[in-house]
């Protein structure tokens, strides 16, 4: 019993800060309420509803679908191809792996910043080497066409992170014990197949630390869209976050915003915790094995 | 060390932290989101004018980096927590309002008196200071939104004259175009495409339909309203530059200094930013009021609102709000950001020749209309920025009917909480 007393702290500040404000949060989704007033009015399920059957929470949604997608592929497989190039023993091997990592350590409203210049139409550094290098034709309205920016924006966002997954594939590769390489050439294996069959599965506890925090990135996806296009032009790039914070603090309509924190709530819930419970599953069987 | 001691310096050390954190809370703040360049150099001056005549009672300045949005949600937080800043930088009108009708902002009718306030600030300015008759801020700093700026080289090397209506606008940016010069930029946010659709609005609907619009009794599916956006999309849409919605205002600005767009219209910031830029105002640049507002000034204005309270740092806030309002504190400011005084008894003669300009323009002018987004109520302000955008980006029938329907729908809403104010 006595070693409870030392838990009681570290559960206060657990309810505190996180079981509160989730039970609070949804309390305020059952209301309408501009955060300045003091009078809230109940509307029950009336946000949920009314977010349910706009085309705009549509369009957030299926964009963080897109983020999901991205994030699992994009970052986390440069990543893994950047590790496996420079695991192979090449020169300047330090040097590259500072490059790498470098733009992870950039803060996000930094990364906005320079990826605007980069993008803009006319002067910025994309499209004069575009046209410098004879492809003009390529040179996109970046930032500003509604079809393309969030393309663009995850242009940015792989150059930012990749790095974060490079390092935990680096990692992973450095730890994989010489020996199975070296049976595996014994055995006349090719380095393909040495790669897939040896490699990668060793990789696995290395894999479900990237892809998991990659699901969970997509999922809060918020401060490189709000610093670099406000979820604009008009709403393209729009992500839930950036949406509830908009409708927050934008619109000061607080329980529609706090209806999408419980969307936002639910959806990751669906979507994340069933693929880390799996991956988990298969970090103990590949142990156990 | 025993228990004993421990346990009485954690106290100690606990009551100091207490005591320590309500002396911070103590102390007078003024909270804004002028963060750099010529804004934080104006209200850095403006701070040393309020805090000289304010000695016994000082100021200090606390910046939230961003726009109104940002600091919107600062106040709410601090008013949550109960311990607001001594005075903060607001918007006008509707942003006013939402605070004074929570009974979060400190009247001020008795520094208002003070001031002279209905002699020394416009009519359109007082209308939009004041919820259900009470003036809940002071007014600091007016930019104008209704001119367009141009670049004299660009306009003379290629034999265009400076517009004076609708039809010598479209040619001049049919000129410019023909020459290889982007006619007219723009930029992306909700801001800046509805500031250009008002032209075309009043030219439509006039002052009082602009007022109209603003205090919901004019619908968005009326007749006048669609017929505002033809003309908007057949005027400045149709000049805007290519890829116009890719840039932000700075890098817009970078282009009429460069020379690669002809016209830009913007609030007055852009003459402070010209100006940083190495560009003479009259010599290298110059500006003209839109088509159908020759003799109007459209404002945006920032002000100082004080929350509600008592105490020194209350009191602090009260002092400063009126020494703010003086025409040093006001000259202090404006000059350095390249905007204006809202106090008309400023010296004009402070100004550079573009803001001895304007601030002649808001003199004159027939009828001084606030910015209608802070008018509206905030979502439908909001709305409407973001359709507009969408609009200049798309200006197909398909859009058209889309927005319409959108903002409609939702002013009937709005009206139905009552929420639209006559201002």
């Known amino acids: ?289 | 060390m025993s228990k004993r001691t421990g346990f009485l310096g954690a106290l100690l050390l606990g009551t100091a932290l207490t005591f320590g954190s309500t002396a911070m809370a103590e102390e007078a703040e003024l909270w804004h989101f002028f963060s750099s360049g010529s804004e934080a150099e104006g209200l850095e001056a403006l701070m040393a004018v309020t805090n000289g005549i304010n000695s016994d009672q000082p100021i200090t300045s606390r910046v939230f980096p961003g726009n109104i949005l940002e600091m919107r949600r600062a106040i709410q937080t601090s008013l949550m927590g109960g311990n607001p800043p001594a005075a903060y930088g607001s918007g006008f009108g509707y942003e006013l309002k939402i605070f004074a009708d929570a009974g979060h902002l400190r009247p001020l009718d008795d520094v208002w008196e003070r001031i002279r306030g209905d002699e020394i600030f416009p009519e359109g300015v007082k209308r939009v200071t004041m919820v259900d008759g009470h003036p809940m801020g002071i007014p600091f700093d007016l930019s104008l939104i209704n001119n367009i700026f141009f670049n004299k080289k660009v306009l003379e090397d290629n034999g265009v004259e400076v517009p004076t209506d609708w039809d010598s606008l479209v040619a001049a940016c049919d000129a410019l175009r023909d020459a290889g010069v982007q006619p007219l930029a723009n930029a992306g946010g909700p801001y800046w495409s509805m500031y250009n659709f008002y032209p075309a609005l009043i030219s439509t609907v006039g002052v009082d339909g602009y007022y109209a619009l603003a205090d919901g009794s004019m619908s968005f599916d009326s007749p006048e309203f669609r017929e505002a956006l033809d003309l908007f999309r057949n005027t400045l849409v149709s000049c805007y530059a290519e890829n116009w919605s890719g840039k932000s205002w700075t890098q817009s600005g970078d282009d009429l200094v460069n020379g690669d767009v002809g016209m830009f219209m913007m609030g007055m910031w852009l003459g402070g930013y010209m100006r940083q830029a190495g560009f003479e105002p009259e010599v290298d640049f110059d500006f003209f009021p839109a088509p159908g507002t020759e003799n109007l000034a459209i404002f945006q204005m920032d002000l100082f609102a004080i929350p509600a309270g008592t105490g020194p740092a209350t009191e602090a806030g009260v002092a400063f709000a009126e020494a703010a309002a003086s025409t040093a504190a006001q000259a202090a400011f404006t000059v350095p950001k390249g905007s204006i005084a809202p106090n008309l008894e400023v010296d004009p003669s402070i100004y550079d020749a573009v803001g001895a300009k304007a601030s002649a323009e808001l003199k004159n002018a027939e009828a001084v209309l606030p910015n209608l987004v802070f008018m509206l109520p905030t979502n439908l302000g909001t709305e409407l920025g973001v359709q507009l955008e969408r609009f200049a980006i798309d200006p197909s029938e398909e859009t058209e009917n889309e927005m319409i329907t959108t903002l409609e729908a939702l002013r009937v809403e709005l009206q139905a909480e009552n929420a639209f104010v006559k201002w």
């Open chain 1, 1 to 289: 019993m006595g070693h409870w007393i030392y838990l009681i702290v570290p559960i206060c500040l657990y309810l505190m800060f996180f079981v509160v404000p989730i039970v609070w949060t949804f309390w305020l989704s059952l209301h309408s309420w501009n955060g300045i007033s003091r009078d809230m009015k109940w509307v029950g399920g009336g946000n949920f509803m009314t977010l349910f059957l706009q085309p705009r929470f549509h369009h957030a949604v299926v964009n963080n679908i897109a983020w999901l997608i991205f994030y699992l592929l994009a970052p986390s497989g440069l990543g893994l191809l950047l590790a496996v190039i420079l695991d192979r023993g090449i020169r300047f091997e330090g040097f590259f792996r500072i490059v790498f990592f470098l733009p992870f350590t950039v803060p996000a409203v930094a990364v906005a910043a320079i990826w605007r210049w980069m993008y803009e139409p006319t002067n910025g550094l994309i499209t004069t080497v575009l046209n410098t290098v004879g492809l003009g034709g390529w040179a996109q309205n970046w930032l500003g066409d509604p079809n393309i920016v969030t393309f663009s924006l995850m242009g940015s966002v792989l150059w930012w992170t990749t790095g974060f997954a490079f390092l935990v594939f680096f990692a992973g590769l450095r730890n994989i014990p010489v020996e199975c390489i070296e049976a595996a050439q014994i055995e006349g294996a090719t380095p393909w197949q040495i790669f897939w069959r040896v490699t990668f599965p060793l990789l696995w506890p290395s894999t479900i630390i990237v892809l998991g925090l990659a699901a969970i990135d997509a999922m809060r996806v918020f401060d490189i869209i709000w610093a670099t296009t406000m979820g604009g032009p008009a709403y393209a790039s729009e992500v839930m976050a950036t949406q509830m914070y908009e409708i927050a603090f934008g619109r000061l309509e607080m329980g529609r915003a706090s209806a999408i924190a419980v969307y936002l709530l639910v959806i990751a819930g669906v979507l994340i915790m069933p693929y880390i419970t799996y991956m988990s599953r298969r970090v103990a069987d590949s142990e156990d094995s």
